[in-house]
Structure formats: structure tokens, C-alpha cells
């Protein structure tokens, strides 16, 4: 398994942005999908974004489509996810997950390994 560690989280007013860092070390995470997934407060796990290997396919939550977007760097190792216009719904631990395979149809079940996860409030 990869060891993956979220950075980047903390408060920030409605409206504005936020750039979450995912580095990776171990499994040679370069040749797998990467993606994010939050977690809400009494919620369930729920995907945000996943990109393929290359960084040219991309897929988005319906409801981040638009204000959020996300990017890897192969040879740093890192993926990122920048998240504009936040919204108070956006409030959530957001977790970084390698995939088992290439696809980015990535849900909880292709999840190889996952981060600990990083903090978002978004304030009103």
C-alpha cells in the first residue's frame, strides 16, 4: 500500500479557495488513479474528484464540477485538489486515495490506500 498525507486544509469564508496537497511514497502511486473523497459530519464517504494516470481524464462529484479541479505530478508524486467559490457544504475532511487500477470510475471500493485526511471549514 501507498502512504498518502493530505495538506492544505483550514477555515476559510464562503466564496473563497482553498489548494489541498496529497503526497505519496511507497506503491509507485504514478501508474494508478488518484482521487479525493470527503466526509462530512454524520455523513457517509463520498467521492470529489479523480483524475487518471497521465492527468489528461478527470471526474467530478456533480456538485464540485465547476468550482473545483484536480492535478497530479507524477514526478513530485503529488496530487492536488484546488477548490474555488467554497461553499459551506463543502465543509468536510477531505481524504486523498490511490486506486487499485487506472480507471477514474473510482469509488470506495477501488480505493488501494487512503490518507488520515484534512480539514475544511467553510464558514458563511
Known amino acids: 500500500q501507498a502512504q498518502l498525507v493530505e495538506s492544505g486544509g483550514g477555515l476559510v469564508q464562503a466564496g473563497g479557495s482553498l489548494r489541498l496537497s496529497c503526497a505519496t511514497a511507497?506503491?509507485?502511486?504514478?501508474?494508478?488513479?488518484m482521487g479525493w473523497f470527503r466526509q462530512a459530519p454524520g455523513k457517509e464517504r463520498e467521492f470529489v474528484a479523480a483524475i487518471s494516470v497521465s492527468g489528461l481524464i478527470t471526474r467530478y462529484a456533480d456538485s464540485v464540477k465547476g468550482r473545483f479541479t484536480i492535478s497530479r505530478d507524477n514526478a513530485k508524486n503529488t496530487v492536488y485538489l484546488q477548490m474555488n467559490s467554497l461553499k459551506p457544504e463543502d465543509t468536510a475532511v477531505y481524504y486523498c486515495?490511490?486506486?487499485?487500477?487506472?480507471?477514474?470510475?473510482?469509488?470506495?471500493?477501488?480505493?488501494?490506500?487512503w490518507g488520515k485526511g484534512t480539514l475544511v471549514t467553510v464558514s458563511s
Open positions: 486515495a490511490a486506486g487499485k487500477g487506472t480507471s477514474v470510475q473510482l469509488g470506495l471500493i477501488g480505493v488501494d490506500s
Open positions: 511507497g506503491r509507485t502511486v504514478s501508474s494508478y488513479a
